[in-house]
């Protein structure tokens, strides 16, 4: 859609929609066990936010791109061509008429060609993630000048291309590239003035939500349900970033003991009981908001958990990541529709090894504790009495 208003743009709509077109080169060398490289491009079209929304002045005016690359790898263990289309947002750290250094994040699909024989191990279309740091130099300081329509772009991206397996041992692509490019702004008016951001009020918030999905634990095996139920409160420490604490349950009914052949890592589990699929802890939940948007990390500790990776697995070997005895991450992404009804997505995983995925929805109460933060709220004075309020006996 915004390509297509962006296609069929007047002179009039233009000169109130400031936007750039990019182009990059990109190098990059393949990572998790690999000595390959790859080569290849990024086109892409930005959108500097200048104001309209009072987030955009929370993230120091910052930059959404949509983009489209293509890579060249030469490990034969590697597929050899993928092609991406992804959606990014730049967060400027450091934002100057000459210099901008920016956080770079980002997700989308890619199309991928395997050059292996075993192709089970690949899907076709994949997922991607993206994050890194990106450097905008202008070639002048002088807003409105030819040459400051010009922009050189230098960065270093991660990538991630998964095979959209809902599997711990399936295989994915890893690879850190560098990038060079440049940025063209063809319209330069208005000069950008908006109005001043509003403050975010620091409110207490509690928030529940419940999800559902399905994981795997070998390609092509059976999709086991899954699912996550999560209350916490949560305090704004500035416009752009909040912390919070939430009590997890989590089920996971892979663990019912019936696929100790295919899955040695969880073989001790000899039995199909409830307890085996359940576990619960307590997180540090770090998130960012923008606007509708809340995206964060959340960091755990299993309280209640009765699944334990044993120091070595039946066949003698030692079993890796054992930590996920304790410790547990999420990803969760929120997007609320109201101040109270969201929508959720939420990525488990033990430091880099993902368990399982789901979607669902949750309810919150946004202004929780307002009346501890204004503890005169339900105090009223009568409007035909207002010389009560008058402070006597300071006239002369």
């Given at each position: 859609m915004m390509f297509l208003m962006m296609g069929t743009i007047s002179m009039k709509a233009q000169q109130n929609t400031i936007f750039r077109v990019k182009a990059e080169g990109l190098y990059g060398w393949l990572l998790d066990k690999s000595e390959g490289n790859a080569v290849g491009g990024e086109m892409a079209m930005e959108l500097p936010l200048l104001g309209n929304h009072n987030w955009e002045y929370t993230y120091n005016f910052p930059?959404?791109?949509f983009g489209v690359g293509l890579l060249n790898m030469n490990d034969p263990d590697y597929m050899r061509n993928s092609i991406h289309a992804v959606t990014y947002f730049h967060y400027p750290v450091v934002h100057t008429n000459a210099f901008a250094l920016n956080?770079?994040?980002?997700?989308?699909?890619?199309g991928q060609i395997p050059m292996i024989e075993e192709k089970h191990d690949y899907f076709p279309l994949t997922g991607v993630l993206i994050g890194g740091v990106n450097m905008d130099i202008a070639l002048s300081t002088k807003y409105g000048k030819p040459a400051a329509q010009w922009i050189i772009t230098l960065g270093g991206n991660c990538m991630v291309l998964h095979n959209c397996n809902v599997t711990r041992r399936t295989k994915n692509t890893l690879l850190?590239?560098?990038?060079?490019?440049?940025?063209?702004t063809p319209n330069v008016w208005p000069l950008p003035m908006k109005h001043s951001a509003r403050p975010v009020k620091r409110i207490l918030a509690l928030e529940a939500y419940a999800?559902?999905?399905v994981n795997q634990l070998e390609v092509g095996d059976s999709y086991y349900p899954n699912g996550t139920l999560s209350v916490g409160a949560f305090l704004p420490l500035s416009n752009a970033f909040r912390v919070g604490l939430t009590a997890d349950g989590f089920f996971n009914s892979a663990y019912d003991g019936t696929q100790r052949a295919s899955n040695i890592r969880y073989n001790f589990i000899k039995e199909d009981r409830f307890g085996n699929k359940v576990r619960a802890g307590v997180s540090l939940a770090n998130e960012l908001t923008m606007d509708r948007a809340r995206v964060g990390l959340h960091v755990g500790v299993y309280c209640f958990n009765k699944i334990k990776v044993p120091e070595y697995n039946e066949l003698g070997e030692k079993n890796e990541n054992r930590i996920e005895n304790i410790l547990y991450t999420k990803l969760v992404t929120r997007f609320f529709f109201t101040p109270k009804f969201f929508t959720v997505v939420e990525v488990k995983s033990h430091l880099l090894k993902v368990e399982d995925a789901s979607l669902g929805f949750g309810w919150a109460m946004p202004d929780f504790g307002k009346h501890i933060k204004n503890p005169f709220a339900r105090i009223s004075f009568k409007k035909?009495?207002?010389?009560e309020l008058r402070i006597t006996g300071s006239e002369k």
């Open positions: 930059t959404v791109g956080i770079k994040w980002g997700s989308g699909l890619a850190a590239d560098v990038s060079l490019g440049a940025k063209y999800t559902v999905g035909e009495d207002k010389e």
